[in-house]
């Protein structure tokens, strides 16, 4: 344990230091999230437009 106990001291610091920096990683994607989800809208929507586009210029071809 003796020699066991340093590198536990100085991984607790480690994983101290590392919480903040997850908490504020898991506030920061939680902002992304939404963007993401209404991004991905976007561009379900644009895709839909595209393919009717597609189907709209077969058809006058």
Known sequence: MQYISP?????????QYISPVSIY?????QY???????????LQ???T???YTAKYC???L
């Open 7 to 15: 590198v536990s001291i100085y991984a607790a610091k480690e994983l």
């Open 25 to 29: 990683a898991a506030k920061e994607l």
């Open 32 to 42: 992304i999230s939404p963007v993401s989800i209404y991004a991905a809208k976007w």
């Open 45 to 47: 929507y644009i895709s």
């Open 49 to 51: 437009l595209s393919i």
């Open 58 to 60: 077969d058809k006058q």
